[in-house]
């Protein structure tokens, strides 16, 4: 990458419009002489946004699930096989947490 110092802001060459990299962007006022700051976010990035608003709407425990187990456990028809007992075990060595079903 060349940088040219005696270039001026609103005179750098325009960069790779698909590039992921420039999904905000900076833009100065000339007219005014003062610079005026300006951010446009990407479309991807205010889909991500919504998604992760919508995502911690949800709630974080999955009461049904919790409830159909318990009952399963005091029941005492959860059954766990040995393979399961042994993946959730190695997972939890592995990775600090164990897996999610």
């Avoid at 425990?61 to 075990?89: C, F, I, P, T």
């Amino acid at each position: 990458m060349r940088i040219d110092s005696n270039l001026r802001p609103h005179e750098l060459p325009e960069s790779n419009p698909s590039s992921s990299a420039n999904s905000a962007r900076t833009a100065a006022a000339p007219s005014t002489g003062l610079s005026q700051d300006q951010a446009q976010v990407s479309a991807g990035q205010a889909r991500v946004q919504v998604l992760v608003s919508s995502v911690k709407q949800q709630p974080e425990v999955r009461q049904e699930k919790v409830a159909s187990l318990r009952r399963a456990v005091q029941g005492g028809h959860y059954q766990v096989s040995d393979e399961q007992m042994a993946a959730a075990l190695m997972a939890h060595m592995v990775t600090g947490a164990l897996p999610v079903r």
